[in-house]
């Protein structure tokens, strides 16, 4: 059991041992006595509690993830949106025909864009796995722009240029319009 795990139950036990606290107060009195309506005031207090804390559980579970996820994203847009600017700059220092700007300029405006992602509990494997992507896209656009491989090699990184902005998208918006429907 993780550390997470175990400081999760512990605070789902400490919240559990008030809830039966509460619950024994309550019927130490009549139901006709001032004192039990306290008690019983409290006792649903506590077990509200209680239920808005296990309404966070799945998400407290995520956050080491989501964490490692957000670690993830950013550092690989990042990375990506620098190896972006150095292909642009090479296009000027090698010589190189100016048109291929017109794959590294979205390229890299792309990667720049993508820096800022909000990387949630709900979608972080999702926004991991656009990164990973986002690396066999670049090296793609690289090899293409330097020459190593074939120009066709063109509609590959389109197509997977179409993935990473597909994993990378909100889909909570999708959702929501769908339900509207």
Not at 105 to 112: C, E, R
Request: with cysteine; glycine share 6%.
């Amino acid at each position: 059991m993780s550390s997470t795990e175990q400081k999760i139950e512990e605070q789902f036990a400490q919240i559990q041992q008030k809830v039966g606290a509460r619950h024994a107060e309550v019927l130490k009195h009549d139901v006709d006595d001032d004192q039990f309506a306290v008690e019983y005031a409290r006792l649903v207090n506590v077990t509200s509690k209680l239920v808005e804390f296990e309404k966070t559980i799945p998400e407290r579970l995520a956050e080491p993830d989501r964490k490692r996820s957000e670690r993830i994203v950013t550092w690989s847009w990042r990375g990506q949106a620098a190896v972006g600017a150095v292909l642009i700059a090479l296009v000027f220092v090698l010589d190189r025909s100016t048109w291929w700007l017109v794959l590294l300029v979205p390229h890299f405006a792309g990667t720049v864009a993508g820096c800022f992602q909000k990387v949630d509990a709900e979608q972080h494997r999702d926004r991991r796995l656009g990164a990973i992507g986002l690396h066999v896209v670049a090296l793609l656009v690289a090899l293409i722009s330097l020459s190593v491989i074939s120009r066709w090699f063109i509609i590959a990184a389109a197509v997977g240029w179409m993935f990473v902005a597909g994993s990378s998208m909100d889909s909570t918006e999708a959702g929501a319009k769908g339900a509207r429907r």
